[in-house]
Each structure stands twice: as structure tokens, then as C-alpha cells.
């Protein structure tokens, strides 16, 4: 009997051997899946994170670019109504010269003084034109640093809250690494 339990004895030897591989291969195997289960978790989280702020970012730039595009239209527009009421006002100075051309054979010296004056009012309206489009220029310039501003607030928020998530997912995927 005791030889027989020597026979068995080394036969049993390799059975639980295979049987404790098979034990910690499938013990390996469910670290190795949970662990995946983790990464995967963080990824996920990471994914979603990057797809919010791509979502803030892609909504911010357009309101920040539409506000410019409906600016510069503001802008180009008052400008050219300015342009249009001075051209018209030039236009109608012009008339008024050629009208007073009969007078100028009467009285050349009053006529030219009327031309210089008229020369000097259309100067001056010139200048009052450089001044209006140069402070509609200005106002637009400083309505879209104001948007500009606010736009780049929102987009430091989104980073801020971005990083903080993060750097939550990293922690959360530390802890359950550790434990």
C-alpha cells in the first residue's frame, strides 16, 4: 500500500500543480481584467472630459466669431452710410457751385471767396467724416476685445474645470489601482 501511495503520491503531485496554475492563470486573468475595466473607466472619463470642452470650445469661437462677423458688419455699414450722406453733401455743395457761376461774372471776387469758403466747408466735413469712421472703428474695436475678453474668461473656465476632471479620473484610477 505504501508503495502504491508513492505511485499515486508524485501522480497527484503534477494534478495539483495544473490545478494551482489553472487557479492562479484564472486569478491573473481577473487582475488583468478588472485592471482593463479601470483603464478603460479613466479612458471613458478622459473621452468624455476632452468631448465637453471640445463642445465649449467649438461653441465659444463661433459666438466669439459670429459677434466679430456681425461687428464688422455694423461697422462697415456706418461707415458707409457716413460715406453715402457725405457724398451727398459734397454732390449738393458742387450743384450749388455751378449755380453760382453766373455771379462770378458780376463779382469774381466775392465768387472766389464763396468757392474757398465752400472748399473749407467741404474740408471740414471731410475731416468730421475721418472722425465719425475713426470712432465707429474704435467702438467696434472695443466692443470685440470686450467679447474677446469674456470669450477667453469662458475658454480659461473650461480648461479650469477640465483639468480639475481630470486630475479626478487620475486619482479615482490611482485609488483603484492601489487597492
Not at 1 to 19: L, N, T
Not at 37 to 62: C, N, P, Y
Not at 138 to 143: C, D, V
Not at 157 to 171: G, I, M, N, P, Y
Amino acid at each position: 500500500m505504501a508503495e502504491q501511495e508513492k505511485a499515486q503520491g508524485p501522480a497527484r503531485d503534477p494534478s495539483r500543480r495544473i490545478q494551482e496554475a489553472m487557479r492562479s492563470g484564472h486569478e491573473s486573468i481577473r487582475k488583468a481584467s478588472e485592471e482593463a475595466g479601470r483603464m478603460t473607466g479613466v479612458a471613458a472619463d478622459t473621452l468624455g472630459v476632452w468631448t465637453q470642452v471640445h463642445q465649449r470650445l467649438s461653441r465659444d469661437l463661433m459666438e466669439f466669431s459670429t459677434s466679430a462677423a456681425l461687428q464688422g458688419a455694423r461697422m462697415l455699414t456706418d461707415i458707409q452710410r457716413a460715406n453715402l450722406e457725405a457724398l451727398q453733401d459734397l454732390q449738393t455743395n458742387g450743384m450749388r457751385l455751378i449755380s453760382l457761376w453766373p455771379s462770378a461774372l458780376r463779382d469774381p471776387v466775392s465768387h472766389y471767396q464763396r468757392v474757398i469758403e465752400e472748399g473749407l466747408n467741404i474740408l471740414h466735413q471731410g475731416f468730421g467724416l475721418g472722425q465719425r469712421n475713426g470712432e465707429t472703428v474704435a467702438q467696434t474695436f472695443e466692443h470685440m476685445q470686450s467679447v474677446a475678453q469674456e470669450t477667453t474668461r469662458g475658454l480659461q473656465e473650461t480648461f479650469r474645470v477640465a483639468s480639475a476632471r481630470l486630475q479626478e479620473a487620475v486619482q479615482h484610477a490611482e485609488r483603484a489601482t492601489a487597492a
